[in-house]
């Protein structure tokens, strides 16, 4: 069963530090680009930040730039989301998707529930 798991929210205060992961079962994502999303209340989805099979990060929001870092372990199956200096208005539920393999054209497009982050003091 493919499934999508995220971990590592939660309450920080600003200025503060959380790790966000994203462990893969029922597939290998070292055939998938990964990437992380968030919404906030009231808010559509956007991208976060996004890695290539090859570990190369691209697509960073401009509002994280400098703070977040997207990173992989291929062999453990998990992708990660080092978010530095928190600020209020990075509260948002984070959400870690799959799309690939990179060698299909219909690729598969997968989503994990979801780990809330809230900042505040």
């Known amino acids: 069963q493919v499934q999508l798991v995220e971990s590592g929210g939660g309450l920080v205060q600003p200025g503060g530090s959380l790790r966000l992961s994203c462990a893969a079962s029922g597939f290998g994502v070292s055939a998938y680009v990964m990437r992380w999303y968030r919404q906030a209340p009231g808010k559509e989805r956007e991208l976060v930040a996004a890695i290539t099979t090859a570990g190369a990060s691209f697509n960073y929001a401009d509002s994280v730039k400098g703070r977040f870092t997207i990173s992989r372990d291929n062999l453990g199956n998990t992708v990660y989301l080092q978010m530095n200096s928190l600020k209020p208005e990075d509260t948002a539920v984070y959400f870690c998707?799959?799309?690939?393999?990179?060698?299909?054209?219909?690729?598969?497009?997968?989503w994990g529930q979801g780990t809330q982050v809230t900042v505040s003091s």
């Open positions: 998707n799959a799309r690939g393999p990179v060698w299909r054209t219909d690729k598969y497009d997968y």
